[in-house]
């Protein structure tokens, strides 16, 4: 970064280093005071980043998932972090819009409403009607969200460099993977486009289920700035009431949304990574949708495996093989205690069927995420994302199916997936068959340059063993060495039964003895010097 970065970054680098003095090495409360102490704190953590602006908050959000980093008091006050700011002026958004589009809101659309139904930090939604009549959200963005996020961005990697490379703190949890993360996270929100296409690829993957509705994007109008999407309406399952519950089919529901998430992480390896109740809506014809997909996360084919494996262990009680999946999926660091924390996978697991009859996925996750973290085991990030959509998951089904039981669900489910998984995909069939095709084609020439070979003769077989001549050089320079040092002894005795006499042969003797042993010396000290090299 150059200096005029650093010093229009200065402000910036002050208000990170205050909050770190204020809020920073949050531990464990010991007592019933200490606990409501830090529950202030963490809301007053909450407030500042809110405050600092939209990445932060961003970040905040991020953080709530990191149950190995924080408390649980700390993730639970950043999971509450809201976004709500003054509204943009109806101008400043008509210029948005003309920039992107060409056309100003009323050229665009039908019907434009200018009071935003929210407002957020990175931008705001307002409804809409297309000209065939089609009711739509769309969501505009603050013109100087871009340059204050990248700005945010700048302070974010340059502290987390610092807290990587000087403290054992940061090369333990890896900062810098973890702003890495953040920064991926906050471009895709800040890229209208990208949110587009999650919620086109979501809907796809949810279409086999008739509960669930994603809001579909309008691609044709749909910006960097601006994201046109269908009006869904609904409510918020945390406006449902016990009385309004009764009018809903709620096992139903969260069955279905539990398995479209399980085909989300565990099949398709996208999945919308915040469905915290206020992203839930419940429609007026009982259908659920999901919506704000700034968040999004992936999984990588391998780790979906290892995903099935520890989900099913989880859910089924099996403590040990979950610390042993996450074992392999994680990263051991240096200090790494393999038998505390299978103990304690295995602790949890029992703990949690004991007390509450069955498995919490999305509670068991957190927990093994944080034990993980104490014996100096890194998992992968996907995982606690994982753990905080899922947990996420049990608020809502508490809210809709008191009575639901999602470990029975899991447990369905996930069979399922797992012979899904097993079960091979076309392109990988095309792939395979191509590879066969090519060793059928060259097997013939081939298998004949080894029969002339080996008819002529000259077949050779390559053998990667000792090297003899390294190894004879080896012990000769040991011999030589020995020899040296015989003959510097025989040298050193010489001279002394010869200085009883009196002659200068003896002077020379040791000369020539104390010559040779500082030659020895330094040729096996030039000889260490390369080796470490």
């Known amino acids: 970064m150059a200096v005029t970065d650093r010093v229009r970054h200065a402000k910036r680098y002050a208000e990170i280093a205050r909050l770190l003095l204020q809020h920073g090495s949050p531990d464990e409360p010991a007592g019933a005071s200490a606990r409501v102490q830090q529950a202030e704190d963490a809301e007053a953590l909450a407030t500042d980043l809110e405050a600092m602006g939209p990445a932060f908050v961003k970040l905040g959000q991020l953080l709530s998932t990191r149950r190995d980093l924080l408390p649980e008091a700390y993730c ?21 819009v003309e920039d992107d589009l060409g056309l100003s809101p009323s050229e665009v659309f039908e019907t434009w409403d200018d009071v935003p139904v929210a407002s957020a930090s990175l931008g705001q939604v307002h409804r809409a009607t297309l000209h ?43 900062f810098g993977d973890l702003v890495a993360q953040f920064a991926d996270a906050l471009e895709a929100e800040l890229d209208y486009r990208r949110e587009a296409s999650h919620l086109a690829r979501l809907g796809a993957i949810l279409e086999p289920y008739d509960r669930l509705v994603v809001p579909q994007p309008v691609r044709e109008i749909c910006t960097e700035r601006v994201l046109v999407m269908d009006d869904v309406g609904g409510r918020k399952v945390t406006t449902l009431t016990p009385v309004g519950r009764t009018d809903v089919d709620g096992d139903e529901l969260m069955d279905q949304l539990f398995r479209g998430y399980l085909d989300q992480i565990l099949v398709e390896g996208f999945f919308h990574a915040d469905p915290h109740p206020g992203n839930v809506l419940l429609l007026d014809d009982g259908r659920l949708a999901l919506i704000d997909l700034g968040m999004v996360a992936t999984v990588a084919p391998r780790l979906r495996d290892d995903l099935v494996q520890l989900v099913l262990a ?42 509450v009859g069955d498995v919490e996925v999305g509670t068991l996750l957190g927990e093994l995420t944080r034990a993980a973290a104490d014996t100096s085991l890194r998992l992968p990030p996907e995982l606690a994302l994982l753990g905080k959509a899922l947990l996420n998951l049990d608020l809502i089904a508490a809210l809709l199916a008191p009575g639901f039981d999602p470990s029975a669900c899991v447990q369905d489910h996930a069979v399922g997936v797992l012979q899904r998984r097993l079960r091979p995909q076309r392109n990988q069939l095309a792939a395979t068959a191509l590879e066969a095709r090519q060793f059928v084609e060259e097997l013939p020439g081939r298998a004949n340059r080894i029969l002339d070979t080996l008819t002529e003769g000259e077949l050779t077989v390559k053998v990667d063993a000792i090297d003899q001549e390294e190894l004879l050089r080896g012990i000769r320079q040991v011999a030589n060495r020995v020899t040296m040092g015989l003959v510097l002894a025989a040298l050193i005795v010489g001279a002394a039964m010869l200085s009883r006499v009196n002659t200068g042969i003896a002077t020379v003797c040791f000369v020539v003895a104390a010559v040779g042993a500082v030659a020895l010396l330094l040729a096996i000290a030039a000889e260490g010097v390369r080796h470490r090299r």
Request: net charge negative.
């Open 76 to 96: 639970e006050a950043l999971s509450r972090l809201q976004d709500d700011v003054e509204p943009i002026p109806a101008d400043v958004v008509t210029r948005v």
């Open 132 to 174: 065939n009549g089609h009711a739509v959200v769309v969501k505009v963005q603050r013109p100087e969200a871009r340059s204050q996020a990248e700005d945010d961005m700048h302070a974010l990697r340059e502290l987390a460099g610092f807290l990587d490379d000087h403290t054992a703190t940061g090369r333990r949890v890896g």
């Open 314 to 355: 989880i859910s089924e009680g099996r403590g040990e093989d979950a610390g042993r999946t996450a074992i392999r999926m994680g990263r051991p660091l240096d200090g790494f205690d393999a038998p505390t924390f299978l103990r304690t996978a295995q602790s949890l697991v029992q703990r949690s069927q004991s007390s």
